[in-house]
């Protein structure tokens, strides 16, 4: 069965830090790009990140780009995402997501996707 299953969601103050991991089964994520699309409360998802299989581009959105790294472990089957210097902007729920595509294209057709973590950050 395949599956993206996302954690290490919660609450952090302003100007922390968490790391949220997604765990893919049923495939091999070496194979394909993965990234995280969030979506905050009354807003639209928005795409964040994506990180190409092999060396393929990895893209982020301008809103978190210089602050959240995302990083593929795929002896693990995993990708995290770092986040730093948090701000209340980013509160939302936070999805692991794939295209099934071996490159980003750009941060479009992340469809497929987990059941989201929660993150909250507090001023």
């Known amino acids: 069965q395949v599956q993206l299953v996302e954690s290490g969601g919660g609450l952090a103050q302003a100007g922390g830090s968490l790391r949220l991991s997604c765990a893919a089964s049923g495939f091999s994520l070496e194979n394909y790009s993965i990234g995280w699309v969030r979506q905050a409360p009354g807003k639209e998802s928005e795409p964040i990140s994506c990180?190409?299989?092999?060396?393929?581009?990895?893209y982020y959105a301008d809103s978190v780009k210089g602050r959240f790294t995302i990083i593929r472990d795929n002896d693990k089957n995993t990708v995290y995402l770092q986040m730093n210097s948090l701000t209340p902007e980013d509160t939302a729920v936070y999805y692991c997501?794939?295209?099934?595509?071996?490159?980003?294209?750009?941060?479009?057709?992340?469809?497929?996707r987990g059941q989201g973590t929660q993150v909250t950050v507090s001023s």
């Open positions: 997501a794939t295209s099934w595509y071996y490159y980003c294209s750009g941060l479009t057709a992340l469809n497929y």
């Open positions: 990180i190409s299989s092999a060396d393929g581009p990895t």
